[in-house]
């Protein structure tokens, strides 16, 4: 059990330098056969601080998903770089957590075995996870409050919980990145809202850098240390704000006038951009 | 595939009712009875109306034997099977060139499936031919396998096959392509190898399609054997019907469909238990592509 929580820690460390994330002019450009090629991300530049959270905040169609895919490495850009902890994430020892809109699990495998799914794959992967990694998965189901449910199928798990089991799996491999593209958009809005309490812990918990996609300004505000605000046809970032908020959120939060503020602030930044395209 | 305990123990069953909607006295007379009495009731109406028309004359004996003299020819075929008598050896011919055609159905269907799924140049140069094959009328090509494969066996498996691999095959193609994008997405996310996404997701994903596809070409299996036996040789369910069909006894004839029929059934009940057992996590819904 030490043993255990010694490796913990010794990652947390490594976690210092390898949770940052440098955005450096990546553009992305989608050439079609048929059509003319579409400009999906033009030039976006920023840096992420290790442990940040950060959202990419815009209508859809705004590249928000590209460039996710970009840092994630499943698309490479046409221009421009993407480093994750220092090295380009093709060499990162470990890919980024991956959250998707559904919880995408495999309907034969128990939420143990989907959790397990990650340490399967990849070239180097054994044919079977070993033992530590088995015990490493029960535990990060207890982190996502689903420790009973470690034998039961996708399809005896409420949507929530399966998108619980989607974090556990993105947090298998010790990734101090997590990608989130619209992770709650199919929840109802009361899960969401306890989806989000639970998310801030669990970051907190495992000291992540998270990168969330959503279209939604109060989802966005709420989670947010900063927020990146996005525009489609070219998509490019065309605000970084800050959150003036605590960095413990609640539920008390949302009521306030300081979070009232802050959703003025993000939606002013979209109009303006909006008004100016309209001209 | 990994050992994945926990089968659905008890499922409760599907639909239970039968159909509600619109109903007049007749229906509700029926939905009146117990489980299956209401099915055994217009079962039992349908024959004994079909006995009657031949036994008033309104349908010549010779064209139409009635259920009577069909249940006779019918039991006394039983009686031959069970006592090892001449319809045995017929019946497990059948039975045999079945389960041959089948399992080479199975392998063929599944294997070129998975092959044109995964390997794009496969795809482009083999599917106008599988497709063309299929578009031929199967049965066209029983002479050519009379010539080919003998008098035999040989011939009727190869009319089996012909005929059961394509349901097979397109099912296998349909599931292997079934993934979806956020399934991909994660698996290269993951960095997974080719392999690894084909064994521990996208073969077990194509199983709902493979098993639609096995059920269809199952019955077509039979079919195609039973052709194959009218087309030559000696032997098999099939060549009993047409030498029934020459001595114009129609009852026999007609006995031998109902065995078929049976033998059709069984098969096919068969995979849908294969199916329920393998795909666990689907519990009592039927197939859902």
């Not at chain 1, 705004?62 to 220092?86: E, M």
């Not at chain 2, 199952?218 to 098999?236: M, N, P, Q, R």
Request: aromatic share 6%; with cysteine.
């Amino acid at each position: 059990m030490n043993a255990t929580t010694d490796q913990g820690q010794s990652r947390d460390q490594g976690r210092e330098q390898g949770g940052t994330v440098l955005i450096d002019r990546v553009a992305k450009t989608y050439v079609a056969h048929s059509s003319a090629p579409v400009l999906a991300l033009d030039e976006v530049t920023t840096s992420i601080a290790s442990g940040e959270f950060v959202t990419l905040l815009g209508p859809s169609g705004c590249g928000k998903t590209t460039l996710l895919d970009v840092i994630a490495g499943l698309t490479s850009p046409t221009q421009g770089s993407v480093l994750v902890g220092g090295v380009p994430v093709a060499d990162a020892p470990t890919a980024p957590g991956m959250v998707f809109q559904n919880p995408v699990l495999l309907p034969w495998r128990t939420a143990l075995e989907n959790v397990l799914l990650p340490a399967e794959l990849g070239p180097k992967a054994p044919r079977r996870p070993d033992r530590a990694i088995e015990a490493d998965a029960r535990e990060l189901l207890r982190l996502v409050g689903l420790g009973d449910f470690t034998d039961r199928l996708p399809d005896e798990l409420s949507g929530g919980m399966q998108q619980r089991v989607a974090i556990a799996r993105a947090l298998l491999l010790h990734s101090p990145v997590l990608l989130m593209d619209e992770p709650f958009s199919a929840l109802d809005e009361f899960t969401r809202e306890q989806m989000h309490l639970e998310l801030l812990r669990i970051k907190d918990e495992r000291a992540l850098t998270v990168l969330f996609v959503t279209h939604n300004i109060f989802e966005a505000v709420f989670l947010a240390d900063r927020i990146l605000v996005m525009t489609p046809r070219p998509g490019k970032v065309v605000a970084d704000l800050t959150m003036r908020l605590p960095r413990a959120r609640s539920r008390d939060l949302i009521g306030s006038e300081a979070f009232a503020a802050e959703v003025r602030r993000v939606r002013d930044a979209l109009t303006t951009v909006w008004e100016e395209e309209q001209r | 595939m990994t050992g994945i305990q926990n089968p659905r123990t008890g499922a409760a069953s599907g639909t239970a009712g039968g159909a509600r909607g619109r109903s007049g006295p007749a229906a509700r007379l029926l939905s009146g009875l117990p489980g299956g009495l209401g099915h055994l009731a217009v079962l039992a109406g349908v024959l004994v109306v079909w006995q009657l028309l031949v036994e008033v004359g309104l349908l010549p004996e010779s064209i139409m034997p009635t259920p009577v003299q069909i249940a006779a020819e019918f039991g006394a075929a039983l009686h031959s099977i069970a006592t090892g008598g001449y319809v045995l050896g017929h019946f497990v011919t059948t039975i045999q060139e079945v389960v041959v055609a089948f399992a080479a159905s199975t392998a063929l269907g599944v294997g070129v499936g998975a092959l044109i799924s995964e390997f794009r140049w496969v795809r482009r140069y083999a599917m106008p031919y599988v497709v063309a094959f299929n578009a031929a009328p199967g049965v066209a090509f029983a002479p050519i396998f009379l010539v080919w494969f003998g008098f035999d066996m040989g011939s009727k498996v190869a009319m089996g096959i012909a005929s059961g691999t394509f349901p097979i095959l397109i099912g296998t193609v349909a599931g292997m392509g079934a993934t979806g994008h956020q399934l991909e997405r994660l698996m290269s996310a993951y960095r997974a190898t080719r392999v690894q996404a084909f064994r521990k997701v996208r073969m077990s994903m194509a199983l709902p399609y493979i098993f639609a596809g096995l059920e269809t070409g199952i019955v077509l299996t039979v079919t195609g054997v039973v052709v194959g036996e009218f087309t030559g040789g000696s032997d098999g369910l099939g060549y009993l019907i047409v030498v029934a069909q020459e001595s114009l006894n129609l009852s026999q004839a007609f006995a031998i469909i109902l065995q078929l029929c049976i033998v059709s059934v069984l098969f096919h009940g068969l995979v849908v238990l294969v199916r329920r057992r393998v795909l666990f996590w689907q519990r009592d819904r039927p197939t859902r592509p």
